[in-house]
């Protein structure tokens, strides 16, 4: 069975500190890789998605994240945070070209402090 | 293109009633969704459904909980005779087909049973 890992379960910044969430996964086989982020009172939305190809995968708002398949990890970073970065991030992942669950983690709650 | 639409935004239930929440997933997404998020964890898969299928339902508890997605209309996710540990934020996500999609995610409907 797939399980996601989310080690941080809350992180405290400052503004322009760097930022990396830590994700690991566990599953045997070839999977898809998601991270999304829900502002305070808002729905989920997706920041970044990994299918296959190149591992390190661009989003939106300057998010990055990398696939490293010897580790089943799949990190979430962006060099600079910013006051508004402040959210919960959910690490997600679901087997690949199957009628397959997506598996969400517990989360990560990101504070910036302004 | 609205997106996945989620009625009613609050719910509030007696214990003993019963509680729907619908979604409306967004055009032409035929596979649906639904999770639970209980204060200070993380997204709880319960069901996976196509049009007139439930494909995954090992979230679901066993009694008072079920699913429907109909060839017409929104999905339904019905929760007999709620009790007081059911109240949660209910989301409910979409996607275009099975396999290598992302999933779009509905405002959510929070469930409070009094």
């Known amino acids: 069975a797939q399980s996601v890992s989310q080690h941080n379960h809350h992180v405290i910044l400052s503004e322009a500190a760097s930022l990396e969430l830590g994700c690991n996964y566990s599953y045997g086989g070839t999977v898809n890789l998601f991270w999304y982020v829900q502002y305070p009172g808002q729905h989920l939305q997706l920041l970044l998605k990994y299918f296959s190809g190149d591992p390190l995968v661009k989003g939106i708002k300057g998010f990055e994240a990398e696939f490293i398949k010897s580790k089943f990890s799949f990190n979430l970073r962006k060099p600079s945070v910013q006051w508004s970065d402040t959210a919960e991030y959910f690490c997600a992942v679901n087997a690949h070209s199957s009628a397959s669950k997506i598996i969400f983690g517990s989360g990560t709650r990101l504070s910036i402090r302004p | 293109n609205a997106g996945v639409m989620q009625n009613p935004r609050h719910l509030v239930r007696r214990r003993g009633q019963e509680a729907r929440l619908r979604c409306s997933p967004m055009?032409?997404?035929?596979?649906v969704y639904w999770y639970r998020q209980l204060p200070e964890e993380g997204l709880k898969f319960m069901v996976y459904?196509?049009?007139?299928?439930?494909?995954?339902e090992s979230g679901m508890p066993k009694e008072r909980f079920s699913a429907e997605f109909p060839k017409e209309g929104p999905s339904i996710l019905r929760i007999q005779q709620v009790v007081r540990g059911d109240s949660a934020a209910y989301f409910c996500a979409s996607s275009i087909e099975m396999g290598d999609t992302e999933a779009f995610f509905g405002q959510g409907t929070r469930l409070t049973v009094v």
């Open positions: 055009k032409g997404h035929s596979h």
């Open positions: 459904l196509q049009k007139e299928n439930i494909i995954d």
